[in-house]
């Protein structure tokens, strides 16, 4: 239900700022009874495709949908169920992708493994099984400025003279499950035209993530550059404290990463750990580093951490207010390594190369896998596995959210161990 709740206020708030269009769009506001704007754009099967060919099908349907949304992707099961209804009725439904990936910020990646330029388009959709074209606008945009396409999902359907007759969402689910849609407004629409009959609803409010259109590039630069000058607050932390955030009473997935300053892999890695950290900055996932530099060196680890970006986000900083925490960076100040890992990790095998994470979601070492995280985050884009890695020097688990290939870590001698139970089977 909370996520649910989310994601529907994060659409609606991303509707409303799409409502506004950037310098250097046009978009247009298609009226029911407008044509269909012609367009020649490439697909994924490696073709220029055109408005023109599509004129066979009686009716036809432009889906703008992309490849990092929520929204959508909890879509596409009911858009290729939509394909796989009406073959055979003269009906054809055309996908096209409209966002530029210089529009989207890391952090609106936190959906999906696959950002949306053209390459991950052909893999996406071999992924999901599309049933329909896929093509690409993201380059200029025009289709999308053309059609007025505020968001993805966002359907325009034409009759067979090729003018509008309904627009806006496919239907009124943020969710995947079929079970949750109350008004499937696109396919009653479409199911009206077929039997001559008048469209119900002919426009309705398009819900997902606003398009990301190729002007956003400069605030995103901004964001970015004031993200890495934010500040980082480091605390010191002592065994009690490391086991109360040990014991995670949070919905979140908490990633505990154990270094150095000193700690030659722990430096190299840090920045793909930052990279994480922003990208699921929107989901219930938390980096918490604990260095166990000497505190006198608390000087050196504020640098270090500030020098890498790895300052908390707005959303970061109002849920550890909330948690009635300052930081998520401290320095291990309770004793020697051995205690820090008595507490944080009873298996530890020695040195300071150490990261596991932590959370009703992923219980480490127990290798099982909750089936909450299908509730929280979601089967199909979210879709957890386990895998826990061991040399000896370090010791995680990965709770790969199927979303997360960001996390290159790389280990001499390691050995992987599969997770005895796998929601996703």
């Known amino acids: 239900m909370l996520k649910s709740l989310a994601i529907a206020f994060l659409s609606t708030l991303m509707i409303l700022r799409a409502a506004e269009p950037k310098k250097g769009e046009v978009i247009h506001d298609l009226k029911i009874g407008d044509p269909a704007p012609n367009?020649?754009?490439?697909?994924?099967?490696?073709?220029?495709?055109?408005?023109?060919?599509?004129?066979?099908?009686?009716?036809?349907?432009?889906?703008?949908?992309?490849?990092?949304?929520?929204?959508?992707?909890?879509?596409?099961?009911?858009?290729?169920?939509?394909?796989?209804?009406?073959?055979?009725?003269?009906?054809?439904?055309?996908?096209?992708?409209?966002?530029n990936p210089d529009g989207l910020s890391i952090d609106e990646l936190g959906y999906s493994k696959y950002n949306d330029g053209f390459e991950d388009m052909k893999k996406y959709a071999a992924e999901a099984g599309f049933n329909f074209p896929y093509l690409y606008d993201g380059e200029k945009q025009a289709a999308a400025q053309a059609y007025g396409c505020l968001a993805t999902p966002h359907v325009f359907l034409f009759d067979a003279e090729r003018r509008l007759r309904y627009k806006g969402q496919f239907d009124d689910s943020h969710l995947e499950d079929a079970a949750t849609v109350k008004s499937p407004d696109a396919r009653n629409a479409l199911e009206a035209l077929l039997a001559g009959k008048p469209v119900p609803i002919e426009v309705t409010k398009p819900h997902g993530c606003s398009t990301k259109w190729l002007s956003k590039k400069g605030g995103i630069a901004a964001q970015t550059e004031k993200w890495d000058k934010t500040p980082v607050e480091v605390t010191m932390i002592d065994s009690a404290g490391v086991s109360a955030l040990r014991k995670n009473g949070t919905k979140n997935v908490r990633l505990f990463n154990v270094w150095a300053t000193w700690c030659i892999p722990c430096v190299a890695e840090f920045p793909e750990?930052?990279?994480?950290?922003?990208?699921?900055?929107?989901?219930?996932?938390?980096?918490?580093?604990?260095?166990?530099?000497?505190?006198?060196?608390?000087?050196?680890?504020?640098?270090?951490?500030?020098?890498?970006?790895?300052?908390?986000?707005?959303?970061?900083?109002?849920?550890?207010?909330?948690?009635?925490?300052?930081?998520?960076?401290?320095?291990?100040?309770?004793?020697?390594?051995?205690?820090?890992?008595?507490?944080?990790?009873?298996?530890?095998?020695?040195?300071?190369?150490?990261?596991?994470?932590?959370?009703?979601?992923?219980?480490?070492?127990?290798?099982t896998m909750d089936r909450s995280m299908?509730?929280?985050?979601?089967?199909?884009?979210?879709?957890?596995?386990?895998?826990?890695?061991?040399?000896?020097?370090?010791?995680?688990?990965?709770?790969?959210?199927?979303?997360s290939p960001d996390l290159p870590f790389i280990c001499n001698h390691c050995t992987a161990f599969s997770p005895s139970y796998d929601p996703v089977s």
């Open 39 to 99: 367009f020649a754009l490439p697909g994924i099967d490696g073709k220029t495709h055109a408005l023109t060919e599509y004129d066979k099908a009686k009716l036809l349907m432009v889906a703008f949908i992309s490849n990092h949304c929520p929204d959508s992707h909890a879509a596409e099961s009911r858009i290729k169920k939509l394909v796989q209804d009406m073959k055979g009725k003269s009906f054809t439904l055309v996908a096209i992708n409209p966002n």
């Open 374 to 403: 299908e509730r929280n985050f979601g089967r199909k884009w979210s879709s957890i596995w386990g895998r826990f890695i061991r040399s000896r020097n370090c010791v995680w688990i990965l709770d790969r959210l199927r979303i």
């Open 273 to 367: 750990l930052v990279k994480t950290a922003r990208k699921f900055d929107m989901r219930e996932f938390e980096f918490i580093s604990i260095s166990v530099d000497e505190p006198k060196e608390t000087a050196k680890v504020k640098a270090f951490l500030e020098k890498r970006g790895a300052g908390l986000s707005g959303r970061g900083k109002a849920a550890l207010k909330a948690e009635g925490r300052p930081t998520n960076s401290y320095i291990f100040s309770g004793g020697e390594m051995s205690d820090l890992m008595k507490v944080l990790d009873p298996e530890w095998p020695g040195g300071a190369h150490t990261r596991f994470s932590s959370g009703r979601m992923a219980e480490l070492f127990g290798v």
